[in-house]
T-cell receptor
Framework: AQSVAQPEDQVNVAEGNPLTVKCTYSVSGNPYLFWYVQYPNRGLQFLLK??????LVKGSYGFEAEFNKSQTSFHLKKPSALVSDSALYFC?????????????FGTGTRLTVIP | KAGVTQTPRYLIKTRGQQVTLSCSPI?????VSWYQQTPGQGLQFLFEYFSETQRNKGNFPGRFSGRQFSNSRSEMNVSTLELGDSALYLCASSLGTSSDTDTQYFGPGTRLTVL
């Protein structure tokens, strides 16, 4: 069975500081991992994904994520936060072994960047 | 390329009624997946359609159904609406290859309110 945990409901960070949004996962086979962002009254916007290869994945808007197989984690990071980064962030996993296309999502982390 | 479009954006219905939501995928995408987003349950997978066939299904009652047309457009139907069906319904499209490169792109969602 697949599952994703986002242990923090809320993360506050000052503008210009680095930010981290945490995610851990559980899958039977190889994990395909994704980060999406949701702004108010909008759908989910794709940020980045890890399939295989380098553990550090770079995505849109300066975001990156680090895959750690031993800790089953896929934390989202950004070196310098902007006020416009304030939004709801979702981590998701797809099991590469099953071939099924559906995503399992975490409960989301609300990021607030304080000016 | 135009993104995923969903219509209508907002719907208000009463208990016992039925509703149909529509989704037009990104051009060239053959897979359409539907998700329900609620504050209590988060993001949950409903079903996926590929080449006019339901390929994958989540754990929802039979009141939730869908279909896909030859142009890959998809509709989702909910019959005998209940108060608990109030949610944001998100549609996502992808190539549908189930390969590791396949990424789901989401529409803005349809906000359904059941009174």
């Amino acid at each position: 069975a697949q599952s994703v945990a986002q242990p923090e409901d809320q993360v506050n960070v000052a503008e210009g500081n680095p930010l981290t949004v945490k995610c851990t996962y559980s899958v039977s086979g190889n994990p395909y991992l994704f980060w999406y962002v949701q702004y108010p009254n909008r759908g989910l916007q794709f940020l980045l994904k890890y399939i295989t290869g380098d553990n550090l994945v770079k995505g849109s808007y300066g975001f990156e994520a680090e895959f750690n197989k031993s800790q089953t984690s896929f934390h989202l990071k950004k070196p310098s936060a902007l006020v416009s980064d304030s939004a709801l962030y979702f981590c998701a996993v797809r099991d590469g072994q099953t071939g099924a296309n559906n995503l399992f999502f975490g409960t989301g982390t609300r990021l607030t960047v304080i000016p | 390329k135009a993104g995923v479009t969903q219509t209508p954006r907002y719907l208000i219905k009463t208990r016992g009624q039925q509703v149909t939501l529509s989704c037009s995928p990104i051009s060239g995408h053959r897979s359409v997946s539907w998700y329900q987003q609620t504050p209590g349950q988060g993001l949950q997978f409903l079903f996926e359609y590929f080449s006019e066939t339901q390929r994958n299904k989540g754990n929802f009652p039979g009141r939730f159904s869908g279909r896909q047309f030859s142009n890959s457009r998809s509709e989702m139907n909910v019959s005998t609406l209940e108060l608990g069906d109030s949610a944001l319904y998100l549609c996502a499209s992808s190539l549908g290859t189930s390969s590791d490169t396949d990424t789901q792109y989401f529409g803005p969602g349809t906000r359904l309110t059941v009174l």
